[in-house]
């Protein structure tokens, strides 16, 4: 197990739940090229269909280098509630980055659109079933609720307390890791917040479908997305 590995063991549980507390949207057309060449016409952002002459649902709508994605789905939350869409979490993708926003969908009745923009002029490409977006409901006018203070972290002294003995502790870590130590090399990481969640009850529960099932087995007819 190289550098790489290790990392991606200590962060897999942080991405996994955030992935269930929101819903993934993948490219739902054929997989698409596209090329920007560093001006601001509409003109200068081409989509190029990379798998047949199907209806692309991605273009060039406000120029910029901006990538727009039709969304054709219409979402509806409860009162008081928006969404945050964004793009795919703790997935970069060279050369593009995903725009983000928040959208009141208790009283919308129209769609939305995600937009990707360059970063610099170059070509991508998004292949069939690739993210595009991430979604996940907010309460409208969460963060007006909160008011940010500035304290000295020695008026806590509980929490000072337990901040110099794991601050301590990770200096003294990444020491011994610089000084290249067999046991501190082949633990690799002190994973203080992973052990620390063990003892904690978890908050982000799996999806449960709760509907009866015979409801929950009727399509409908809407589309599951992809």
Not at 30 to 52: A, M, Q, Y
Not at 198 to 226: C, H, T, W, Y
Request: contains cysteine.
């Amino acid at each position: 197990m190289d550098g790489r590995d290790n990392l991606q063991q200590v962060c897999v549980s942080l991405p996994a739940v955030s992935h269930r507390e929101s819903v993934r949207l993948g490219n739902f057309i054929d997989p698409f090229r596209v090329s920007w060449d560093g001006t601001s016409r509409r003109e200068g952002l081409v989509v190029e269909n990379l798998s047949g002459d199907g209806r692309l649902h991605a273009a060039s709508h406000f120029g910029l280098g901006v990538l727009t994605f039709q969304i054709p789905f219409l979402f509806k939350t409860p009162g008081g509630w928006n969404l945050m869409v964004r793009g795919p979490m703790n997935r970069p993708k060279d050369g593009i980055v995903a725009l983000e926003g928040v959208v009141e969908t208790d009283w919308s009745h129209a769609t939305f659109t995600m937009n990707w923009r360059f970063t610099r002029a170059c070509t991508v490409e998004f292949g069939l079933g690739e993210p595009i977006c991430h979604f996940f409901p907010v309460p409208r006018g969460a963060v007006e609720g909160f008011r940010a203070e500035l304290r000295m972290l020695e008026g806590e002294t509980e929490l000072n307390e337990k901040f110099k003995k794991w601050s301590e502790s990770r200096d003294w870590f990444l020491w011994a890791l610089g000084k290249q130590k067999p046991d501190v090399v082949a633990q690799g990481w002190q994973k203080d917040y992973l052990q620390a969640a063990k003892d904690k009850k978890l908050l982000a529960q799996e999806f449960v479908d709760q509907r009866p099932r015979n409801e929950s087995n009727q399509s409908d007819g809407n589309r599951e997305i992809p």
